[in-house]
């Protein structure tokens, strides 16, 4: 199967839970999951369902895993509030994400606040739920480590970070800390999740996985950096050269564009060595590493 | 004890843990950690936590307990979260929370987004992290009770219909409905929580402990809007009179002040009588019954 076919499973795969996910049905105040569906039901790129899904896979867990269906999900929800929030006219400001009004267009900014901050609760709410013959020791380690990569050290210090750094000069350490958090925290965390969903088996490869995550974590960041620069924007579904326009720190502004290239080409080389050393049952992932340095959009 | 004393051992014990539970140490954005310190640490009158607290203790609950500890703090971050999101220009549009600029104003509107969004996250990493002889499932237990009284089909919920009804007449069915989402939820929570913590003992009495929650969440509210009408502006460190100012529904339009009060009467007699079957073990929760509705802020 070509990595675009599986791709197109992991995202029908958690697609079809998220639609079922949240229904207005007897709801006090229906616009308020309508604006939750709007922020989860957007055409994104289930990238994080997808490492949940393909960790699990290599570290050998048996197909049909609830654990793993419900962090796939949760994962999605907090990428998906942190998106809602992310676009707010206090934070970023954007009127479209993928060619779509934002939720606070689509809605207010009111509903989009309040719409984040339940996407952000039925993540957790959804993988604590008690589940058939899973250990709830191991439930609650991945609960523990979604939180550790959503919260102040991960995701939203990234954004903190990003926002009261807009027109201030950063230094490559400084950006590298920066998407650690943003986007690399809750990456890393996904393909963590699939391994934990997996057991014993996933135990073993976890401080592996953990560094695969980081590399391709930094990799997916230059990759969006270059695809600003270089990138078509109606494939981008955004302007194309926005990064530029804003200020933006970015790693072809600091390296070069050669440079950004070349440094993505190392991440990728380092990140599919890690996966190799496992074999066959790494094919999968190998051919989603590919895809993250060389995705048109 | 007198009553306030059982509260400010409570307050001060929970403050403690909140105090320490945030720092700036290595932060990669340390005005993140201090924009949650400004919500958390904002002198609240702490009820939630000693709802945990004083329903572990009728449970039999032994002291010492991290998990009754981990719930107090838990729940505290979820409400001070909600109060720093709730203060937004694009909510209620507060500018000054018990006499002190609220997040938006101390820090903006950016940080307090995110301050509100991490400080929800941090509720349920707190509340996962392991626990030495404490049962996985309970704890997995606790923090699912956490999630559905804060998310889509409770607090955020209720949050979501009083912002789309400002201005609009409801009846007393939707008026009820809307508190018990907003403030109820919570609170029915804390003494759930605090129950849950203290193990088989508290499992027992939880279904009346709930109808307990339910209880004082209305009369909290009613008591609340009474203190709008009556109470003292500087006592109540906001403006006398600012829901009627900003024609909010309340107990009072809707009952009059008199059957109003009548209400809070019922409310908090059928409460204590709840309490009174458990013994002398209720008597602190009795007081906090008391004053629930005595209060003056």
Aim: proline content about 4%; hydrophobic content about 40%; aromatic content about 4%.
């Amino acid at each position: 199967m070509s990595i675009q076919q599986v791709l197109a499973d992991c995202r029908s795969r958690v697609e079809q839970q998220l639609d079922q996910l949240i229904t207005t049905d007897s709801s006090l105040e229906p616009r308020l999951q309508l604006a939750m569906r709007h922020g989860l039901l957007n055409g994104g790129k289930r990238l994080r369902p997808a490492l949940v899904y393909l960790g699990y896979q290599l570290c050998s867990g048996q197909p049909g895993s609830t654990l793993a269906e419900r962090a796939a999900v949760a994962i999605e929800c907090i990428h998906s509030y942190s998106l809602v929030h992310d676009d707010l006219p206090a934070m970023d400001d954007d009127d479209l994400r993928r060619g779509q009004p934002t939720c606070h267009i689509a809605f207010d900014e009111a509903t989009a606040i309040l719409a984040g901050d339940a996407l952000q609760c039925l993540a957790f709410e959804h993988l604590s739920a008690p589940i058939e013959g899973e250990s709830p020791a191991l439930q609650l380690r991945m609960l523990a480590t979604l939180a550790r990569a959503s919260g102040e050290r991960g995701m939203v210090a990234g954004q903190a970070f990003d926002l009261s750094h807009v027109d201030k000069p950063l230094t490559l350490e400084q950006l590298k800390a920066m998407h650690a958090c943003k986007t690399g925290a809750l990456i890393t965390a996904a393909i963590e999740l699939g391994a934990l969903a997996a057991g014993p088996a996933g135990e073993d490869k976890l401080e592996a996985l953990r560094r695969y995550g980081d590399l391709i974590g930094l990799a997916f960041q230059i990759q969006d950096d270059l695809l600003d620069i270089e990138g078509d924007t109606e494939t981008l579904g955004k302007p194309q050269g926005s990064d530029l326009a804003q200020n933006k720190p970015t790693y072809p502004a600091l390296l070069g564009l050669e440079g950004a290239r070349q440094q993505l080409q190392q991440l990728h080389q380092e990140a599919v060595d890690i996966l190799a050393a496992f074999g066959p049952a790494a094919e999968d992932l190998i051919g989603l590493t590919d895809y993250i340095v060389s995705r048109d959009h």
